[in-house]
Nanobody
């Protein structure tokens, strides 16, 4: 049974930092492209960042480029999202997701709330 479990998010002031993690089990983690998505209040879910199976390639949404960093530790089956210079508009439920092939993400975590106060 595949499980993706995000760490607890939290409340942080604007300009602050927060690191999310996602623990994966039940899959060959090193074979999966992983990503973070988020869904803000009243908004559709949107892509935040992705990382290739080896970790050698990353991509970011324009809204977070230069502020967020995605990384992974394949030995520990862990995915991370370092978020710096947080803004109120980063407030959202953050989800980790994994895909083996193609464009569709096969597995999703339950989500974790991040709230940025102004």
């Amino acid at each position: 049974q595949v499980q993706l479990v995000e760490s607890r998010g939290g409340l942080v002031q604007a300009g602050g930092s927060l690191r999310l993690s996602c623990a994966a089990s039940g899959l060959t983690f090193s074979g999966y492209t992983m990503a973070w998505f988020r869904q803000g209040p009243g908004k559709e879910r949107e892509f935040v960042a992705r990382i290739s199976s080896s970790g050698g390639s990353t991509g970011y949404a324009d809204s977070v480029k230069g502020r967020f960093t995605i990384s992974r530790d394949n030995a520990k089956n862990m995915l991370y999202l370092q978020m710096n210079s947080l803004k109120p508009e980063d407030t959202a439920v953050y989800y980790c997701a994994g895909r083996l092939n193609g464009a569709t993400f096969d597995y999703w975590g339950q989500g974790t709330q991040v709230t940025v106060s102004s």
